[in-house]
Nanobody, 127 residues
């Protein structure tokens, strides 16, 4: 089975930075989109960012545009989420997800379009 393992979460002050990593195994990593979602207590799991496998097209939720950057290294089967200028509102468990549609420029924000999920990594931003 596909396995995704997130790492890099932690406790940081407002304005600080973190880089999350998502390491994948169990499938051909390239040819599929990868996304980051997050979930805070009492909230639904929210789309954060996604990247396609071929064109490296990216998309972000409005609240993180200009602050977060998603990238991927297919040789390492790893996707990154660089988070800068962190705010307390960014506090959540962050999940990595892999899509199941092979397309060079395909990304999606829909939870149901991602078939494989990691266990999450906690990001806490203090005020």
């Amino acid at each position: 089975q596909v396995q995704l393992l997130e790492s890099g979460g932690g406790l940081v002050p407002a304005g600080g930075s973190l880089r999350l990593s998502c390491a994948a195994s169990g499938r051909t990593f390239i040819r599929y989109p990868i996304a980051w979602f997050r979930q805070a207590p009492g909230n639904e799991r929210e789309f954060v960012a996604a990247i396609s496998w071929g064109t490296r097209s990216t998309r972000y939720v409005d609240s993180v545009k200009g602050r977060f950057t998603i990238s991927r290294d297919d040789a390492k089967s790893t996707v990154y989420l660089q988070m800068n200028s962190l705010k307390p509102e960014d506090t959540a468990v962050y999940y990595c997800a892999s899509g199941d549609v092979a397309s060079s420029d395909y990304t999606t924000t829909r939870r149901d379009d991602y078939a494989y999920w990691g266990q999450g990594t906690q990001v806490t931003v203090s005020s």
